[in-house]
């Protein structure tokens, strides 16, 4: 593909500015911002909000409803979310691309691993690749658009970004401003890292995360064991029969995570919370998987009480002809930076799952290369955050411009 001079100009400029890159995101990498620590996503968001709002007409930041979690002695519980940013350009555009990265990491405030380190080819830190090298990427990539817009004149394209706090949990408050802002959008492009290799992520599965909580009655160990209904040991049953379920769907997995109860050896237990999660590639398997564990919670044994909790929170991503076309949009446009793109499928979901339901087609694996993330061990290759520059660049420039061009002949 021959490059128009502007975008050569602008394609040398991202790369001049990698050590600006680098350090911005070593800043930010150092910021410690677990899901639950609303203050360091605070400081976190303010610094982003100052960024985004030199290339937005308008930036919000939203505040997201507090979550309903089942704490381990089965109660429910609130859990306080941090805000969601909005930077929005040219919404009154005829076509809209939406862009999109979480700003949580799974590292807690107490975590052991806060450290950035920058060694030779390589840096260190929590979330440095999944995903606030991706986080860089869309803000560069997006300030190098519109210095092409500003240069050339031409776009039909507006966008909006979103940054989510809690997407590491399953995006549970944001989802509701996925839903308010991404319907009619044309495409959209997210930045969770792409696999080590330098691959795509292509179909992914659907996922559900739930609990059962188990109840039946406490009573001494030694003197009336009788008396007592073991919840401990009905979480157990519960965990077989949801094992069970292993293979009964094409390629759907359950895991039984975790499970909570008990107390001293001389109590029979009365609480137990089981916790655990479905991978499914097909929505057909959602209906089915609700009616298993329907009757799974109505087989309780006599004086024992079970009850279901949580849901499928991301649908399955299936591979579609607007979907595949994207991908090799951005694969020819890697081609022209000499990279070698191909994709594959994987059984994480992300929030391109919520897009893809949305029916928005998109690649959500335009972040930085990097591997071993949600790993004390994360790293990224630190030359990736020009490349994903580039390559988002030039991508947000060819469907800008093929856009343009298909408006045009329609209303000739
Ligand atoms: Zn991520």
Same mark, same amino acid.
């Given at each position: 593909?021959?490059?128009?001079?502007? +975008?050569?100009?602008?394609?040398?400029?991202?790369?001049?500015?990698?050590?600006?890159?680098?350090?911005?995101?070593?800043?930010?990498?150092?910021?410690?911002?677990?899901?639950?620590?609303?203050?360091?996503?605070?400081?976190?968001?303010?610094?982003?909000?100052?960024?985004?709002?030199?290339?937005?007409?308008?930036?919000?930041?939203?505040?997201?409803?507090?979550?309903?979690?089942?704490?381990?002695?089965?109660?429910?519980?609130?859990?306080?979310?941090?805000?969601?940013?909005?930077?929005?350009?040219?919404?009154?555009?005829?076509?809209?691309?939406?862009?999109?990265?979480?700003?949580?990491?799974?590292?807690?405030?107490?975590?052991?691993?806060?450290?950035?380190?920058?060694?030779?080819?390589?840096?260190?830190?929590?979330?440095?690749?999944?995903?606030?090298?991706?986080?860089? +990427?869309?803000?560069?990539?997006?300030?190098?658009?519109?210095?092409?817009?500003?240069?050339?004149?031409?776009?039909?394209?507006?966008?909006?970004?979103?940054?989510?706090?809690?997407?590491?949990?399953?995006?549970?408050?944001?989802?509701? +401003?996925?839903?308010?802002?991404?319907?009619?959008?044309?495409?959209?492009?997210?930045?969770?890292?792409?696999?080590?290799?330098?691959?795509?992520?292509?179909?992914?599965?659907?996922?559900?995360?739930?609990?059962?909580?188990?109840?039946?009655?406490?009573?001494?160990?030694?003197?009336?064991?009788?008396?007592?209904?073991?919840?401990?040991?009905?979480?157990?049953?519960?965990?077989?029969?949801?094992?069970?379920?292993?293979?009964?769907?094409?390629?759907?997995?359950?895991?039984?995570?975790?499970?909570?109860?008990?107390?001293?050896?001389?109590?029979?237990?009365?609480?137990?919370?089981?916790?655990?999660?479905?991978?499914?590639?097909?929505?057909?398997?959602?209906?089915?998987?609700?009616?298993?564990?329907?009757?799974?919670?109505?087989?309780?044994?006599?004086?024992?009480?079970?009850?279901?909790?949580?849901?499928?929170?991301?649908?399955?991503?299936?591979?579609?002809?607007?979907?595949?076309?994207?991908?090799?949009?951005?694969?020819?446009?890697?081609?022209?930076?000499?990279?070698?793109?191909?994709?594959?499928?994987?059984?994480?979901?992300?929030?391109?799952?919520?897009?893809?339901?949305?029916?928005?087609?998109?690649?959500?694996?335009?972040? +930085?290369?990097?591997?071993?993330?949600?790993?004390?061990?994360?790293?990224?290759?630190?030359?990736?955050?020009?490349?994903?520059?580039?390559?988002?660049?030039?991508?947000?420039?060819?469907?800008?411009?093929?856009?343009?061009?298909?408006?045009?002949?329609?209303?000739?």
């Amino acid at each position: 593909m021959a490059l128009e001079s502007e +975008v050569q100009t602008i394609l040398s400029r991202v790369q001049s500015r990698r050590d600006e890159m680098l350090s911005r995101l070593m800043r930010w990498a150092a910021i410690n911002s677990g899901t639950s620590n609303l203050a360091g996503l605070g400081l976190l968001s303010g610094q982003v909000l100052e960024q985004l709002h030199t290339i937005s007409d308008d930036t919000q930041a939203i505040a997201a409803s507090p979550q309903t979690v089942v704490d381990p002695h089965g109660q429910l519980q609130q859990r306080s979310i941090g805000d969601v940013l909005l930077g929005i350009r040219r919404a009154d555009a005829p076509r809209q691309a939406i862009l999109s990265i979480h700003l949580d990491t799974v590292y807690p405030a107490d975590s052991p691993f806060q450290q950035v380190k920058h060694e030779g080819e390589f840096l260190y830190g929590p979330g440095v690749a999944d995903a606030k090298g991706g986080l860089i +990427v869309l803000l560069e990539a997006l300030k190098a658009f519109e210095e092409y817009v500003d240069a050339t004149g031409k776009t039909s394209l507006g966008w909006t970004v979103i940054l989510n706090s809690d997407e590491e949990i399953g995006s549970p408050a944001s989802r509701e +401003v996925f839903s308010n802002h991404c319907p009619g959008a044309d495409f959209g492009l997210l930045f969770e890292p792409c696999l080590p290799n330098g691959s795509l992520v292509g179909q992914r599965k659907g996922s559900g995360n739930f609990e059962i909580v188990a109840r039946g009655q406490a009573a001494h160990a030694g003197r009336e064991f009788d008396k007592g209904r073991n919840a401990i040991v009905a979480a157990a049953q519960v965990t077989q029969k949801l094992h069970a379920l292993n293979g009964r769907w094409k390629d759907t997995t359950i895991n039984v995570a975790k499970i909570d109860g008990g107390g001293p050896t001389n109590v029979v237990p009365d609480t137990a919370v089981v916790r655990f999660n479905v991978r499914y590639p097909d929505a057909d398997v959602e209906q089915a998987f609700d009616e298993a564990l329907d009757r799974i919670v109505q087989e309780a044994d006599d004086g024992i009480t079970l009850q279901r909790y949580g849901g499928f929170f991301a649908p399955p991503k299936p591979m579609t002809p607007k979907y595949e076309s994207l991908l090799k949009t951005v694969q020819a446009n890697g081609r022209t930076l000499g990279l070698d793109l191909t994709w594959q499928s994987t059984g994480g979901v992300c929030d391109g799952n919520r897009l893809a339901a949305l029916g928005v087609p998109n690649i959500d694996t335009m972040g +930085v290369r990097g591997g071993n993330i949600h790993s004390p061990q994360e790293y990224m290759h630190c030359d990736s955050l020009v490349t994903r520059t580039q390559l988002t660049f030039l991508t947000l420039v060819t469907l800008a411009e093929r856009f343009r061009q298909a408006d045009q002949s329609a209303s000739e």
